[in-house]
C-alpha cells in the first residue's frame, strides 16, 4: 500500500484517540516511476479523531511542476529587475548566474538537505539531481546552487528548526566574493500554508541568488553623479550606492518570496477542497443541512466525485429524517450506543391520536387525485402544528396521525403543549375545511370537516422497537391504547378533543377551559377513566417563551433534514390559518405541489401559545358549570339534585342529552336519590349494592 496512507492506517491501530489532521510526506519515488515528489494527506473522519476514519484523501505535488514554477518566477523577477536597474547584460546571461530553488528542511526527514526543486530543472542533470538520485543541494553539480545552499547551511544549518524559528524574517542578503553573488533564503512551513491540525508538517527553504552585475547600471548611474565630488566625498557616495542596493534586493526578494508562497499556496490549493468536504462532514454529524450545496465543485476526478458522495449522504439523510424524528436519526449519525439497537425505557409521555371525522364517506366521493391532494394538505397542515408545539409525529394511520411528547427528548409542560396543539389543530381544520367547501359540495358530501383528537399522558416504553432486522422508534404501553380509545369516544359526545383526568391534572391551572364529561371504562381497561373536554386555552402558558424556543429548534432541525422548506402556521385567535380557495385545485403539471406550497406552506413563522380556541362566553360557562354539577350529583346517587342542575343549562349539546338519559334511567329504575352507606363510603342502590356511576363502553357501539 502506499506509504502516506499505512502512516494513518498505523496511528488508527495504535492510537485511535488521536485527533484527526494533515501530514506530508518525505520525498519519494510516485508508483508510476516517474516522478519524483511530495504527498499531502488527510483522514476523512466524522468525529475528528481517528477512531472513526472512513479513509484518506491524498494529493501528490510533483518536484518536475515545482521547478518549472521556479525557473518562470525567477525569468520574471530578473526581467523585473533589469528594467529599474537599466543594466547592459542580457536576460539570459543573468539568468545563467542566477537560481531560485527549494531544499528539504524537516529534521526528522530521511531527505534532509536535498534538493527539491530547482530553476535549473532544464538541464539534464539538474532533472537527476532532483529526480531520483535524491542529490543535497551543497553537493549539487550546478556550482551557483552548490554555492548559494553552502553559504545559506554555514549560516543556518538544515534542519536546525530553533535557529530558523528564530528568523522571523527573510535571511539578510549575503554576499560571495567567490562567484559575486548576492544569496538570501526563506524558510517555508505548511503551517503557514494549511488550515487546520498538521500531524507531521512540512518544512521546506527557498533560496534566491543573484548576481551582483544585475544591479550595475544603478550603480554606475550613481557613480557618475559624484564624478565631479572631491575624493573626500567618494565613499559617501558608494555607502549611497550600497544603501540602494539594499533597497532594489529588498523588493526583488519580497516579490520572490511572495511569487514561491504564492507557488507553494497554488500547489496545496486543494486543502480549501478538503476543508469543504471536512464541513460536509460536520454537516452530516450534526444534521444541519440549511446551508446548502457548495457553491463549486473541484476540477479534480476523485475530489469531485467525494463532493457528489457527500451530497447523496445528505440528500439520503434529509429523507431518512421524513420517516424518522430527527432526534433518532442524529442518535443513529453520531454511532450513540443505543440509537442502532434495540433499546426501550420507560418514560412518562403525552399522547395525541388524530382522526378525521366522516372520512370513509369523503374517500367514498373524492376521486384518487382529489382523495390524494386532500390528504397531502391535511397532513402536511397537521405535522407541522404538532412540530410547532414540540411533538414528534410517530406515525401517519391513513387520515389519522399518532404523535408523541417527552420522547425521544425533554418537552417541558408536554401536556400543555399537546393541549394546545389539538387547539391549534382544531383551528387550521377549520380553515381547510372552508378551502375544500366547493370540491366537497360538487361531490355531494354536504358535512363539514373536522377532526376528533384524543390525548393521555402516562408512563410507556418508548425506544427502538421490533426485532433485531426490523425495527422503529414508537411507544408502546395502555397509555397509548388509552389515548386511541380517547379519540373514539369524541364520537359518542360530539365533541373535537378528549382528554384523560391524567393529563387534565397536570395542565397549568386556570390556562385552559376544560369541561369533565364522563366516568367510563372502556374495553381493554378495568380501571375507570375520567373524561375531560379541551374547549380553550384561555391565557399563555407559563414559561411560554422558553417552550416556543425549544420548539422552534426542534422545528427548525425537522425543516433543514428535510430540505429547508419553511412552512409557517399562523394560530392566533381570530386569523386565518389558511387562505379560502374559490376554485377546485389544479391537480395536473404539479399543480398539487404548487397549491400546496401556495396555501398549506403560507403559515406564520411561529405557534402562538394562547389564546386559542372559541372566544369566551359567560353562558357557556355558567352552562359547563351546571353540567359538571348536574355529573357529580349523579354519580353520588342524588338523581333529583342532578335533574334540577341539567334544567340551568340553556345551550343544550350531546353530553348533556346523553346524561339526561342516564337520570331519566336512574329515576326510574332507584326513585330520586340513593342512601348513603357511611361504612362503605359510597350510596348503595336497594339491593344493598354499591352504586356503580361508571359507563361501561365495552363494545364499540358509538
Not at 302 to 325: D, W, Y
Not at 351 to 368: G, K, P, R, Y
Amino acid at each position: 500500500s502506499r506509504a502516506w496512507y499505512a502512516v494513518h492506517d498505523e496511528i488508527q491501530r495504535s492510537d485511535p484517540d488521536t485527533p484527526a489532521g494533515g501530514m506530508w510526506s518525505d520525498l519519494y519515488l510516485f508508483n508510476s516511476g516517474q516522478e519524483i515528489g511530495l504527498t499531502y494527506s488527510y483522514p476523512l473522519t466524522l468525529c475528528r479523531h481517528y477512531s472513526c476514519m472512513a479513509g484518506v484523501i491524498a494529493a501528490d505535488l510533483e518536484t518536475t511542476s515545482m521547478s518549472e514554477y521556479c525557473a518562470s518566477n525567477l525569468r520574471q523577477v530578473v526581467e523585473s529587475t533589469l528594467e529599474q536597474t537599466s543594466s547592459p547584460a542580457s536576460i539570459e546571461e543573468i539568468m545563467d548566474s542566477s537560481a531560485l530553488f527549494v531544499v528539504q528542511n524537516s529534521p526528522e526527514s530521511t531527505k534532509l538537505g536535498v534538493l527539491v526543486a530547482t530553476s535549473w530543472s532544464g538541464n539534464e542533470t539538474s532533472k537527476r539531481e532532483i529526480g531520483a538520485d535524491f542529490v543535497l543541494a551543497v553537493n549539487s553539480s550546478n556550482r551557483i546552487v552548490r554555492d548559494a545552499a553552502s553559504r545559506v547551511n554555514e549560516l543556518l544549518p538544515f534542519g536546525d528548526i530553533e535557529k530558523w524559528t528564530a528568523l522571523a524574517d527573510p535571511l539578510p542578503w549575503t554576499w560571495t566574493s567567490e562567484n559575486d553573488q548576492l544569496i538570501s533564503a526563506v524558510r517555508l512551513i505548511s503551517a503557514n500554508l494549511l488550515g487546520g491540525t498538521s500531524v507531521k508538517p512540512l518544512e521546506l527553504v527557498v533560496i534566491l541568488s543573484l548576481p551582483v552585475r544585475l544591479f550595475a547600471g544603478v550603480i554606475d548611474g550613481q557613480l557618475e553623479q559624484v564624478e565631479d565630488s572631491v575624493n573626500g566625498s567618494v565613499r559617501a557616495a558608494r555607502d549611497t550606492a550600497e544603501r540602494s542596493h539594499v533597497t532594489i534586493i529588498a523588493v526583488v526578494v519580497a516579490g520572490c518570496v511572495l511569487a514561491t508562497m504564492i507557488a507553494m499556496i497554488a500547489g496545496c490549493a486543494l486543502t480549501a477542497r478538503f476543508q469543504e468536504l471536512e464541513r460536509s462532514m460536520l454537516e452530516i454529524r450534526s444534521l444541519q443541512f440549511g446551508r446548502g450545496e457548495p457553491e463549486f465543485h473541484s476540477r479534480i476526478k476523485e475530489i469531485h466525485h467525494m463532493q457528489e458522495t457527500f451530497a447523496a449522504v445528505k440528500n439520503t439523510l434529509r429523507v431518512f429524517g421524513k420517516f424518522v424524528p430527527h432526534s433518532v436519526v442524529q442518535g443513529i449519525v453520531r454511532n450513540e450506543p443505543n440509537a442502532r439497537v434495540l433499546n426501550v425505557k420507560q418514560r412518562e409521555v403525552t399522547i395525541l391520536f388524530s382522526d378525521v371525522a366522516n372520512f370513509t364517506a369523503i374517500s367514498e366521493l373524492l376521486s384518487e387525485r382529489e382523495l390524494l391532494y386532500f390528504l397531502t394538505k391535511y397532513l402536511t397542515v397537521m405535522t407541522y402544528v404538532v412540530e410547532s408545539y414540540g411533538g414528534v409525529v410517530g406515525e401517519v394511520l391513513g387520515d389519522g396521525i399518532l404523535a408523541f411528547w417527552n420522547t425521544p427528548d425533554d418537552v417541558p409542560d408536554h401536556a400543555a403543549l399537546a393541549c394546545a396543539s389539538a387547539l391549534a389543530q382544531q383551528e387550521c381544520v377549520r380553515d381547510l375545511g372552508e378551502e375544500f367547501h366547493d370540491i366537497f359540495l360538487r361531490r355531494g358530501f354536504a358535512g363539514s370537516l373536522s377532526i376528533r383528537i384524543g390525548i393521555n399522558t402516562g408512563r410507556v416504553l418508548t425506544g427502538n422497537i421490533g426485532s433485531r432486522d426490523k425495527m422503529k422508534f414508537g411507544c408502546i404501553g395502555d397509555s397509548v391504547n388509552a389515548a386511541s380509545r380517547l379519540e373514539e369516544l369524541c364520537k359518542r359526545y360530539e365533541v373535537g378533543i378528549i382528554c384523560s383526568d391524567r393529563t387534565a391534572s397536570v395542565l397549568p391551572p386556570d390556562c385552559f377551559e376544560l369541561r369533565e364529561l364522563d366516568r367510563v371504562r372502556v374495553k381493554g381497561r378495568q380501571e375507570p377513566t375520567t373524561l375531560v373536554e379541551v374547549i380553550r386555552l384561555a391565557e399563555k402558558l407559563p414559561n411560554s417563551a422558553a417552550i416556543a424556543s425549544l420548539a422552534g429548534q426542534s422545528r427548525r432541525a425537522n425543516s433543514e433534514m428535510k430540505g429547508g422548506s419553511s412552512m409557517h402556521c399562523c394560530l392566533s385567535a381570530g386569523c386565518s390559518c389558511l387562505p379560502s380557495r374559490k376554485h377546485g385545485p389544479n391537480l395536473g403539471d404539479g399543480g398539487m405541489e404548487r397549491s400546496l406550497s401556495a396555501t398549506a406552506l403560507k403559515m406564520a413563522r411561529s405557534a402562538h401559545f394562547g389564546p386559542l380556541g372559541p372566544p369566551p362566553s359567560p353562558g357557556r360557562l355558567q352552562d359547563h358549570a351546571a353540567y359538571v354539577a348536574a355529573l357529580h350529583a349523579y354519580q353520588a346517587g342524588d338523581f333529583q339534585v342532578a335533574f334540577d342542575e341539567l334544567g340551568r343549562i340553556i345551550r343544550r349539546d350531546k353530553p348533556v342529552a346523553l346524561l339526561r338519559e342516564r337520570i331519566d334511567q336512574a329515576f326510574l329504575t332507584y326513585g330520586s336519590r340513593l342512601d348513603w352507606n357511611g361504612d362503605l363510603g359510597a350510596p348503595v342502590t336497594p339491593d344493598g349494592e354499591t352504586w356503580d356511576c361508571t359507563l361501561n363502553l365495552l363494545e364499540k357501539r358509538f
